[in-house]
């Protein structure tokens, strides 16, 4: 994610470290060389390409285009902020459960049950960082287990939803040796089902893309406006036609490769959310529940923050 001061005039004009321009360069040069191709051609042989449509077909197409990119960047920003806020109640259900284990399972008798649950807590949090990022995330689980729920855990098809349930039964086992009643019981499951429900909503994210077709008709539709658009302007416009062109491009071009980006919140762009310094943050919730240094907080590097 990117995390930068205002910008001034000059910022705006000439940054590019975060822009979304050098992704979409090649594909505004390649327009802005046809529209070169098409005013020469036009000036030299005018008869050849008999350029007399206009601009009216592409103020229409134009705008329809620009309306369809509007309802896809919606779309998209939606999955990113929704992802954001699932990360953000991940960090608040830490620190609720972090807060009640310490206060619900008081005394040196339940030292070992508490450090047991809060290490998973951050285990948890690993593992549904990993599956989010495509890594493995039975291995990003292991430093916060013991050994023998490492193994256990190998063998389960969702590693972080398996990490909850060695929290349930290690609760349920306090339950059934009168440690905790049913009522306080009630209370640690409340809170595990929150981060059971921020899974699944972060794994549904992750699993329904929008619609394939949908995105494929506004690059197609991109594409052919950008590379027709000189053969309206270069009448009208002569050699200012391929500057405009560029423009466009940029506009059209730069709103695509943006969607493309927040569709997918939980990946490494520069616009995805920043997931490793929100597990730091959950980290730092754990170990100083644990009464451990915690390690210092990520920082952006060059404004990008992951």
């Not at 794994?203 to 690059?219: C, D, M, S």
Request: some cysteine; proline content about 7%.
């Amino acid at each position: 994610m990117i995390v930068r001061p205002q910008p001034g005039l000059l910022a705006i004009l000439f940054t590019l470290h975060g822009s979304i321009l050098p992704q979409v360069a090649l594909k505004i040069l390649f327009v802005t060389v046809v529209a070169c191709f098409v005013v020469a051609a036009e000036q030299h042989w005018p008869e050849l390409l008999g350029l007399n449509a206009g601009v009216a077909p592409f103020t229409l197409v134009g705008l329809t285009l620009s309306i369809f990119l509007s309802f896809r960047n919606n779309a998209c920003y939606e999955r990113w902020w929704e992802a954001r806020k699932q990360w953000g109640l991940l960090v608040v259900a830490t620190r609720g459960l972090a807060r009640t284990t310490l206060a619900l399972l008081p005394g040196p008798e339940q030292e070992a049950r508490r450090r047991r649950i809060l290490s998973r807590l951050a285990g948890f949090a690993h593992s549904l960082h990993a599956s989010l990022r495509s890594t493995n995330a039975h291995v990003a689980a292991v430093p916060w287990l013991p050994e023998d729920e490492v193994q256990a855990l190998a063998a389960h098809p969702n590693p972080a939803d398996g990490v909850l349930r060695y929290v349930a039964a290690d609760l349920a086992d306090a339950l059934r040796a009168g440690a905790i009643s049913d009522v306080l019981y009630g209370v640690f499951e409340e809170k595990l089902d929150a981060l059971s429900q921020m899974q699944a909503a972060c794994e549904r994210i992750k699993g329904t893309p929008l619609p394939f077709a949908y995105t494929l008709l506004i690059y197609r539709t991109s594409w052919l406006y950008c590379a027709l658009l000189p053969f309206g302007l270069a009448t009208s416009l002569g050699w200012a036609t391929p500057l405009l062109t560029a423009l466009v491009a940029y506009t059209f071009f730069g709103l695509d490769a943006l969607g493309d980006e927040l569709e997918e919140p939980f990946g490494l762009d520069a616009n995805d959310l920043p997931l490793n310094a929100l597990l730091q943050m959950v980290d730092s919730i754990v170990l100083d529940a644990l009464g451990e240094p915690a390690p210092p907080l990520i920082k952006p590097e060059r404004y990008v923050l992951r």
